[in-house]
């Protein structure tokens, strides 16, 4: 079994990983199973990097704040500033500490440099202004949106003034006090001008819509299209901030849930531009419904994947990335009958396999979909056949699940995640720890 599975495990590179799709897909989505580990991140940078220069893809889009990701597209597509600031307020949930992505950033700028327009390679970011302990001041999006109507659309069809906007948005430490995460009592979410600024914030998006050709004549294309990120912003916080004044058992599934669904809508409106590559957690770009337990109760939602799966259909794909080990963080070696397992069993230091293969070694068929696999010990069977999913000693690694080998693309596997991957390009003296 591990001797056949060893045959098909191919190199990480892009003609490896594009032979397993139908064809080249509009939004391809690269997956991680935990977050902070630049070996994984280096291992993205080198193939998006090949899928930029042989394939044509024109969007890199990470898991982070969409908003300051304006900040790191500028840069790269020839803007001012310095490298140090851009990752400083550039990258929200810490991203911008990484290496890799450092070296991301310094590739891009360096590739765009004397190309024209239309071929230069843009950054995005996803994710809605949102940190784990809370979210932002619709302030920023919606004074940016309203401000790009005012200036340059019809101002008859404006429904306030920046002064009305202003007075119910109030004080920015009302949205991002930090006790509303725990406490929906302390979330202005649910208050009367809260209530008045969803509203708005609707129809200022509307707007952008309904004089789109008038807009982009008389501004351009790419500054209609930053108004429009900003109309996806403000909508999506005032409704993560909604679900944060939320007292019923639902709140916590419905914050999660908006927050993909934000990564779905801002990941849709990137692939009307053009090919997309994307980076974020496996669960964040799975096509099955994710879960996770939150303050001790379990949560299920339906991922950014799933839902741009929905509407894209074929032209998105998915690659699924498993893990052997992180030893220092307590993840050794897999049981031998996990999936992760059998793929360590290979030998292989990282490789790509199609999941239907894996599924048959693992003995089910990809196209089971076993009932009862989620929360199974390991080797443990789930009902078709497959095996129960691997159990983390971690909370911060997610390994990944066989009943879901059906719906995933490929699966790119790393034996050995370590602290001490080095930096390539010559990047080594410009890590920061």
């Not at 890799?100 to 230069?120: D, T, Y």
């Not at 900003?230 to 927050?259: C, F, I, K, Q």
């Not at 990282?350 to 089910?364: E, I, M, T, Y």
Request: aromatic fraction near 4%; hydrophobic fraction near 40%; glycine fraction near 12%.
């Amino acid at each position: 079994m591990a001797t056949d599975l060893m045959e098909a495990v191919r190199p990480v590179d892009s003609a490896a990983l594009l032979g397993l799709l139908p064809g080249r897909p509009r939004v391809l989505g690269l997956g991680e199973p935990t977050h902070g580990e630049d070996a994984l991140l280096h291992m993205r940078d080198t193939l998006f990097r090949r899928l930029v220069e042989e394939e044509g893809y024109r969007t890199v889009a990470l898991e982070t704040d969409c908003v300051r990701g304006l900040i790191v597209d500028d840069y790269v597509t020839g803007g001012p500033g310095t490298l140090d600031a851009v990752m400083e307020h550039g990258f929200s949930h810490g991203w911008g500490s990484s290496a890799a992505n450092r070296a991301l950033v310094r590739w891009m700028r360096a590739r765009n440099e004397g190309l024209p327009a239309g071929r230069r390679v843009r950054f995005a970011g996803i994710d809605g202004p949102l940190e784990i302990t809370g979210a932002a001041s619709p302030r920023e999006s919606l004074t940016a949106l309203h401000g790009y109507l005012a200036a340059h659309g019809d101002t008859g069809l404006l429904p306030c003034t920046a002064q009305a906007l202003d007075r119910l948005l109030g004080a920015d430490e009302r949205w991002t006090e930090p006790a509303a995460m725990t406490d929906p009592a302390r979330s202005a979410g649910r208050s009367a001008p809260a209530r008045e600024l969803r509203l708005l914030a609707a129809e200022l998006t509307a707007l952008a819509e309904t004089q789109a050709p008038h807009l982009i004549a008389a501004t351009s294309r790419d500054a209609w299209e930053r108004a429009r990120l900003h109309g996806r912003a403000a909508t999506g916080l005032l409704r993560y901030h909604h679900w944060m004044a939320d007292t019923s058992p639902a709140r916590l599934t419905g914050l999660v849930g908006e927050r993909d669904r934000i990564m779905a809508a801002n990941l849709l409106a990137l692939a009307e531009r053009g090919p997309v590559l994307v980076h974020a957690h496996n669960s964040h770009l799975q096509r099955e419904k994710s879960s996770m337990r939150m303050g001790g109760a379990p949560l299920e939602w339906w991922s950014a994947g799933a839902l741009v799966s929905l509407r894209l259909g074929e032209r998105y794909a998915f690659a699924a990335t498993a893990l052997g080990t992180i030893r220092h963080q307590g993840v050794d070696e897999p049981p031998p009958g996990t999936l992760e397992g059998l793929l360590y069993a290979t030998a292989a230091d990282r490789g790509v396999v199609d999941p239907a293969r894996l599924a048959a070694a693992l003995g089910g068929t990809a196209g089971e979909v076993p009932g009862g696999a989620l929360g199974g010990m390991p080797g443990e069977a789930a009902g078709g056949g497959l095996p129960g999913p691997r159990v983390s000693p971690w909370f911060g690694y997610a390994p990944l699940d066989p009943a879901h080998l059906a719906s995933m693309d490929a699966v790119v596997f790393v034996r050995d995640v370590t602290r001490d991957q080095a930096v390539p390009d010559g990047d080594a003296a410009k890590r920061r720890t």
